[in-house]
């Protein structure tokens, strides 16, 4: 199996937010096609786990869906910052909160390799308090919602937190303190 030759590439739109790119490709079969890519930031999801076994996560609006989620802190990281400092800056911008020790990497991730090119990363981070007050952004709008982690697979099964994202990063975290138990 071969990678596709790209022989022209174009933008059809680009914003602050993301842009959607045109590549022409020949196949390996010498076929010819148009296709988009939509290229977005890599970006963090994080799961924090305050001193009461709660798991700090955030409600605020998601345009694209058009509704009210309630999903683990996230956020993009910004040109020539590192994931880990992504973790820390967006921990404190949207909640806060700050990370104690040092975020622990779960897992990287590709999104949608078939139309996005970024990366998902998951990081946990168990030693965390609260040291500020919110620093949002222009555009967002975001309330601090405190998950009780006994409660966690209910609001999953009953579709109160129903982001893929955000669900991914709850299971590798559970899987992550097991292991850290055992």
Known sequence: MDRWHVTDSSYAYKSPYGNLRIDTCRLSNDSVCEYGVSEYLDWVNIFALNEKNEIVMVKQYRHGAGDIFIELVAGSVEDGEAPEDTVIRELQEETGYVCISKPILLGKFHYNPARQNNVLHIFFCDNIRKKHDQNLDELED?????????????????????????????ELAKKHIVEVIL
């Open 142 to 170: 975001i309330e601090v919602v405190h998950v009780p982690f006994n409660q966690i697979d209910k609001l999953i099964r009953d579709g109160v937190i129903s982001q893929l994202s955000s669900v991914t990063a709850i």
